[in-house]
């Protein structure tokens, strides 16, 4: 069996038991964590056994990205400059169309690859962009590729409906597929890729729809996470259906949220329902101020998600230091204006944020016995920084290090289920320049062919 020692390093373990470790080892045997300590002697194992020197390096447990659709990898910063709006418009009813199977395919391989680079080791991929069971099978086999640990969020595509077809919030998630996929590639619910739903919501669907969507998930024992705001709910009493219904609880995950009244968002949060933030692009597109305090406030901590690379960078570094700064940037105004002053203290510790993107992701996946913290038994999913970077010396505080100083440059290493996936700030994958031509190729034939559609119009 594979064994790997990690050897005095910081160790941040998101693990209350365990703590923190200034200098710490941690032991990797197969695809799990198997002792964290400050020292660690193998004795007779040493020679066995791989080592890896930590000085100067703080090991975190893996990042969890909670909402991205990667099948926009290709189209990086084309939507920079759109409101939500220009967004429903030009992507869903115009790039998207555009898409065939090979685009999905590619835009998902090398957006997870590019997870990994930064260090994240579970994407959530809210794929919406499936027309065809080829383009669904296209992302399925590009994240699997990729290496990384995902769960598959099986999604529906949004066009303008042509003459006689049903507007898409009317359209019921497909069953047959969902069960085909069940069946197939995503069969095992521990494996390195797994399956959710990615509905539409009773802010996106009829109620009818919703209903069956919502059953089901629960029938199929699936996570549904929708998109929740944007522009006018398509079902107003939708929500109170639903909850009266007994549908609404753990295993539903609300992405964005920032429109929600206080008293839905009460009674969600002792539903049980989790929720994902993706701080930069709500800010950017025009969705409001993030939901992150309001939740804080109730005693519930969100996840974190990158949402958009067409629009943003796809660093969850950079994700958990903007949502950390968005709330208390919002809790000074607000101590402002209530007392003239700014607070006593931060309102948020650095250590929340990590807590977002690390062991909350996990507990949205139902996963947080398997991944989230470098724990005794939990799989070998883990991030090594480089604290001698120039940008990040010296450190006094490791976590402060990590969630305000941290980007891809210093991510000097990835292992995902034990196995090493980025070393010495070398992604460990063959033909990536191959992979970023036909990356470029795919991007350039989606803005071309959209074009051309544009002015034949």
């Given amino acids: ?62 990042l969890i990205n909670a909402h991205m659709h990667t099948w926009q990898t290709g189209l990086r910063g084309y939507a920079a400059n759109w409101t939500l709006l220009e ?54 086999r590009g994240l699997i590729e990729s290496g990384i640990r995902a769960a598959f969020f099986h999604g529906s595509p949004k066009p303008e409906p042509r003459p006689g ?54 029938e199929l024992k699936l996570i549904a996470s929708m998109h929740q705001g944007g522009g006018p709910a398509k079902t107003s009493d939708g929500w109170e259906k639903l909850i009266e219904a007994g549908l609404v609880g753990k295993g539903i995950n609300i992405v964005h949220g920032n429109d929600l009244p206080d008293d839905l968002l009460d009674r969600m949060i002792n539903l049980g329902v989790s929720f994902s933030v993706t701080p930069e692009n709500e800010m950017i597109q025009g969705h409001g101020f993030p939901i992150t305090g309001r939740l804080l406030k109730r005693g519930v901590r969100p996840t974190i998600g990158i949402d958009l690379e067409s629009v943003l960078a796809g660093d969850l570094f950079s994700a958990a230091r903007v949502a950390l700064s968005m709330q208390r940037s919002l809790d000074n105004a607000e101590s402002r204006k209530a007392g003239g002053t700014i607070p006593p203290t931060t309102t948020i510790p650095v250590r929340e944020a990590l807590r977002w993107i690390t062991m909350e992701g996990a507990r949205m996946l139902g996963r947080e016995t398997q991944i989230g913290s470098l724990t005794p038994g939990k799989l070998a999913d883990l991030v090594i920084i480089s604290a001698s970077d120039l940008n990040l010396v010296p450190v006094h505080d490791p976590v402060a290090t990590v969630v305000m100083q941290t980007s891809l440059a210093n991510v000097e290493a990835v292992m995902i289920g034990g196995a090493w996936k980025k070393r010495d700030g070398r992604l460990l994958v063959e033909g990536l320049e191959a992979k970023k031509e036909l990356l470029a190729q795919s991007g350039r034939r989606l803005v071309q062919d959209i074009e051309r559609q544009g002015r034949a119009a």
């Avoid at 923190?20 to 045997?29: A, K, S, T």
């Fill in 165 to 218: 077809e049903p507007h898409f919030s009317e359209v019921p998630h497909p069953r047959r597929e969902v069960e085909r996929l069940l069946a197939g590639p995503l069969a095992d619910p521990d494996g390195l890729v797994t399956l959710g739903l990615a509905i539409l919501g009773p802010h996106y669907s009829t109620l009818d729809v919703a209903m069956h969507d919502f059953r089901m998930a629960r």
């Fill in 87 to 140: 967004y429903f418009r030009r992507m869903h009813a115009g790039l998207a169309t555009v898409f065939r199977p090979e685009d999905i395919h590619i835009a998902t391989l090398v957006g997870a690859l590019n997870q990994i680079n930064c260090g994240t080791t579970t994407l959530v991929d809210w794929c919406h962009n499936n027309p065809t069971p080829g383009h669904t099978d296209a992302a399925v």
């Fill in 1 to 62: 069996m594979r064994r790997t020692l990690i050897k005095s390093a910081t160790i941040i373990s998101m693990d209350d038991t365990i703590g923190d470790l200034r200098i710490g080892d941690v032991l990797v045997e197969g695809k799990r964590i198997v002792e964290v300590r400050p020292s660690i002697d193998l004795g007779d194992g040493a020679a066995k056994t791989e080592i890896v020197d930590g000085k100067g390096r703080i090991v975190i447990p893996g």
